[in-house]
T-cell receptor, first 114, second 109 residues
């Protein structure tokens, strides 16, 4: 059973299009995240979200928006795609409690904008 | 068997102790990451390694490509170092990241 699953695994699209990447977790976690792996391979957090609070990394363009239909899903919607958006995007989840937490990652979605 | 194994899974130590967390992997890689997750959930990148050794403050990361092994060391540990430390590798075969399950570190004052 996959704990955190992302779809699609690969996405190739043209500049200017709008696309979404879906993420689902079956762990009952309260908090989900989106990360972008940049060209230098570092992971950078884009959003963290639970059913109470959305925290946005201020460096993320507002063309990117998380959408959560329920606690188990956090989809990433991207408007007006640009070449620089090409990257691997990772979804993750964790149990949002004070104290120890452990994050579980999806397998990533490779987005290529042409 | 997981392709990325970390040890120990849990570690409790006294403030000031020298900490070592190990990571072994079984796939060909282009880079290895050490990540830190604090209580509350946010994850930050500590190091990215493809060879040798890197140092940042009290943190040291080493990698031995031939032995497929990496270590994260913390000198003069402090309670604020308490976190989950995650090892992740960029696998050559499909250019994806494979994550270890993390090591939960608790430093007692």
């Amino acid at each position: 059973d996959t704990a955190v699953s992302q779809t699609p695994k690969y996405l190739v699209t043209q500049m200017g299009n709008d696309k979404s990447i879906k993420c689902e977790q079956n762990l009952g976690h309260d908090t989900m995240y989106w990360y972008k792996q940049d060209s230098k391979k570092f992971l950078k957090i884009m959003f963290s979200y639970n059913n109470k609070e959305l925290i946005i990394n201020e460096t993320v363009p507002n063309r990117f928006s998380p959408k959560s239909p329920d606690k188990a899903h956090l989809n990433l919607h991207i408007n007006s795609l640009e070449l620089g958006d090409s990257a691997v995007y990772f979804c993750a989840s964790s149990e949002y409690i004070t104290g120890d937490t452990e994050a579980f990652f999806g397998q990533g979605t490779r987005l290529t904008v042409v | 068997k997981n392709e990325v194994e970390q040890s120990p899974q849990n570690l409790t130590a006294q403030e000031g102790e020298f900490i070592t967390i190990n990571c072994s992997y079984s796939v060909g890689i282009s880079a290895l990451h050490w990540l830190q997750q604090h209580p509350g959930g946010g994850i930050v990148s500590l190091f990215m390694l493809s060879s040798g050794k890197k140092k940042h403050g009290r943190l040291i990361a080493t990698i031995n490509i031939q032995e497929k092994h990496s270590s994260l060391h913390i000198t003069a540990s402090h309670p604020r170092d308490s976190a989950v430390y995650i090892c992740a590798v960029d696998a050559n075969r499909d250019d994806k990241i494979i994550f270890g399950k993390g090591t939960r570190l608790h430093i007692l004052p």
